[in-house]
């Protein structure tokens, strides 16, 4: 009677809870009920006040020390209101993950009851131990200070459990000396950068009075979903969010059907219910659909400020997981929690601009025209050109390296796709000014009833890493699981570095006396004849590209190890220094960082591939072996010829399961040091082939060992029952 039978009838057995949605309620009555937004704000604070917080929102100017109090004391009115009882500084460590450290707003007055509490000082800083997170270097143990500092432009807003709600404030991590221990620091940073260059430039186009310009992100989030009863009998998802067993199932998503497909009932109840959770925490909750491979899904909000939509990110990430639980689910948020069926990707939608003007990347009805738009396109041809190497390393991760460049996701090599459209006609700017824009067609379907449809003057290409679609470019290579700051952080810093090369070329040769078109017409030329070997308009899967890829000169950095010393070399230290995002010390930390979290993430799936591996793979393989024996010798005792081929059939793959457990424990136990880019190599070069062999001969023994004999869930049951 084995724990994954078990499984099985639990899963029979399960009832999901009734909707959720109200009568009543009418969709999106609920929007930003839980956020203290710029409507509360208006209400709640004195006009000045609230003058003073919007112009620090809106025009990046200085935080009034002499507010916050009136801030803080209007927060905490509205959150007891709300029903907290606590307030945390939400924080975004190196880890990844979201940090939260909460207080009590009551105080003891000293007569034997307590009064709430919320001063400014409180609001603006807190002060956690940070002695626990990663640092890469930039704190001694012995100095445990750590302290978050409010990020204004990131509105509060309150979390609520059944036992009493807190109220969240979003804030920067960093160390005594005020370097980044956080995602938050730097993005806010890389932001300021880009949006001040990006204005030199508006101001050229003669916007000389605009608002702060800034990056907006749109995260397409993919994930799958698994039953909670499955999932509970699988120690390797439970502590590693990846099978490191299973045979791959008869049926996987050969028959494209899972795709866009109906969503299964039950999976809709539970996004309907992360939606309305979503919305109570103003997260803009737009678009939802199946994926490529069973059991997988997709949500998109609708795309926001940079850092707004960082923060909404993580937050819907812990609002996924907690409500799946609710549904009797696990949401498995891992890049490849499955081999064989495609993996699970972010894809950050990034354009820049602001309240004003919009996208600063939209082209217009006639973009061979649209000077303004041209230009900041080819800024971001140059930046990825340019900076390839650190984009390729903000998406790098240990998780991530089982699905970049596996026919599923964009390869390793960073290029971009332009669309027929923009391809066109920056190949006319190649060879001097561009005259014309291909236009939008037009599809005749061939049914009478049916309008003429227009088509987009570009194609979409799914291959492709860095791919223009309209209005913004979609970085497709980040991973799943990955917080979408650092990808935002990297875009943000060299397109922060071509505005201020471009900016600072036309300001001088309009300062020289050239017409100002024609500086630009020379700039863009210029630039597409430099960086145009980054455009690639064709299939990312197919296998001639590579090859012509290097032929280009553009890397492929495979693997994770691969992608990492890019952060520290002098190009990139130079370029985050100049751009105030990360000092030297700041970027060798996340270096280090980085190699950490790889060697420890396979550490820990060595280790479990190991225990899994010997006592439980195995016994129930000995088991079976036993049961084929048995019955041999029973055979032979009643005189019958016996044929010892099935004996030898699962005997030959436990010999092998055997080897190989003893391979990776002698792997796990070598000395390999204490430096991190050594163990980082041995993880990759040593451990990764040695679980891969305990795995092949495991698979090998889930097609011979009896259904009522093995003991872990398989991929059959867990990606197709829900
Ligand atoms: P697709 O499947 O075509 O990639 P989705 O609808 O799944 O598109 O997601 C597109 C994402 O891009 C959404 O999050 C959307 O809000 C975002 N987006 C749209 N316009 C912009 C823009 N100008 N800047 C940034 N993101 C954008
Ligand atoms: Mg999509």
Redesign the pocket.
């Given at each position: 009677n084995t724990v994954r039978l078990q499984a099985i009838r639990d899963v029979e057995a399960y009832v999901p809870p009734a909707a959720v949605f109200i009568d009543t309620e009418a969709p999106g009555e609920v929007f930003g009920e839980n956020v203290f937004n710029q409507v509360v704000m208006q209400k709640r604070l004195p006009k000045s006040v609230y003058k003073s917080v919007m112009s620090t929102i809106e025009h990046g100017a200085t935080l009034d020390p002499l507010v916050a109090d009136a801030v803080a004391s209007a927060m905490k009115d509205w959150a007891l209101e709300k029903g907290a009882t606590h307030y945390a500084h939400v924080f975004y460590p190196l880890t990844g993950f979201t940090a939260e450290k909460h207080d009590s707003f009551f105080e003891p007055v000293g007569d034997g009851t307590a009064l709430a509490e919320f001063a400014g000082k409180t609001l603006t800083q807190g002060e956690p131990d940070a002695s626990s997170f990663p640092n890469g270097g930039l704190r001694n143990t012995f100095e445990a200070r750590g302290y978050t500092g409010w990020d204004v432009t990131s509105p509060a807003y309150v979390l609520e459990n059944p036992n009493g709600n807190t109220l969240c404030i979003p804030t920067v991590f960093v160390s005594m000396t005020g370097e980044a221990l956080d995602h938050k620091t730097p993005l806010l940073r890389s932001q300021q950068a880009m949006g001040e260059h990006a204005e030199r430039i508006l101001r050229l186009f003669g916007h000389t009075d605009t608002k702060k310009v800034v990056s907006?992100?749109?995260?397409?989030q993919e994930y799958f979903l698994v039953d909670r009863h499955f999932f509970l009998a699988r120690p390797d998802l439970v502590n590693s969010g990846r099978t490191l067993f299973g045979s791959k199932p008869p049926k996987g998503q050969e028959f494209d059907d899972h795709y866009f497909g109906a969503i299964p009932e039950r999976v809709l109840g539970f996004m309907m219910d992360t939606e309305r959770e979503l919305f109570k925490l103003g997260i803009?909750a737009?678009?939802r659909?199946n994926e490529v491979a069973p059991g997988q899904f997709?949500i998109?909000?609708?795309?926001e400020r940079g850092n707004i939509a960082a923060d909404h990110q993580q937050l819907l990430m812990t609002t996924f997981k907690t409500i799946a639980k609710k549904h009797g689910m696990e949401c498995l948020f891992h890049e490849k929690p499955f081999q064989g069926v495609n993996g699970s990707g972010k894809?950050v939608?990034?354009?820049l601009?602001n309240s004003e003007l919009?996208?600063l990347?939209?082209p217009g009805d006639n973009p061979h025209d649209n000077a303004q738009f041209l230009v900041f396109c080819a800024a971001v041809i140059r930046a990825v050109h340019k900076y390839a190497g650190l984009l390729r390393a903000s998406v790098a991760s240990a998780t991530n390296d089982h699905r970049l460049g596996a026919n599923e996701a964009p390869p390793a090599i960073i290029s971009i796709f332009l669309g027929d459209q923009l391809a066109d006609i920056f190949e006319q700017i190649a060879k001097g000014p561009a005259t014309s824009s291909k236009g939008k067609g037009s599809m005749t379907i061939g049914v009478d009833t049916l309008p003429v449809l227009p088509t987009d003057p570009g194609d979409?290409n799914r291959t492709s890493p860095f791919a223009f679609?309209?209005?913004?470019f979609?970085f497709r290579a980040p991973g799943s699981m990955q917080t979408v700051s650092g990808p935002m952080v990297t875009i943000n810093t060299i397109m922060a570095d071509s505005l201020d090369y471009i900016a600072t070329k036309l300001e001088a040769d309009v300062a020289a006396g050239t017409d100002f078109d024609e500086a630009v017409q020379t700039l863009l030329t210029e630039i597409i004849t430099e960086h145009g070997a980054v455009v690639f308009n064709g299939d990312g899967y197919a296998d001639a590209w590579p090859i012509e890829a290097e032929k280009r000169g553009l890397a492929n950095l495979k693997t994770t190890l691969d992608a990492l010393p890019e952060l520290i070399t002098p190009a990139a230290l130079e370029l985050f220094e100049k751009y105030k995002v990360f000092n030297h010390r700041e970027m060798h930390s996340r270096y280090e960082i980085g190699l950490e979290q790889y060697t420890l993430t396979i550490a820990v799936e060595a280790k479990l591939t190991l225990e899994i591996g010997a006592t439980v793979v195995l016994p129930a393989a000995v088991r079976h072996q036993t049961e084929v024996a048995t019955n041999i010798a029973a055979l032979k005792a009643a005189g019958v010829e016996v044929d010892l081929a099935p004996l030898e059939e699962v005997s030959t793959p436990i010999a092998a399961l055997r080897s190989a457990l003893a391979g990776l424990r002698t792997a796990l136990a070598a000395d390999v040091g204490h430096e991190a880019l050594a163990e980082a190599e041995h993880a990759r070069s040593a451990l990764l082939p040695a679980m891969a062999e305990v795995r092949a001969a495991a698979d090998a023994l889930e097609e011979i060992v009896s259904d009522d004999l093995w003991p872990l869930p398989t991929y059959q049951e867990m990606l197709f029952v829900l």
């Open positions: 907006f992100c749109g995260p397409e803009p737009k678009t659909h997709e998109a909000p609708m795309f894809h939608n990034f354009s601009g919009g996208s990347l939209v979409r679609t309209g209005n913004r979609e």
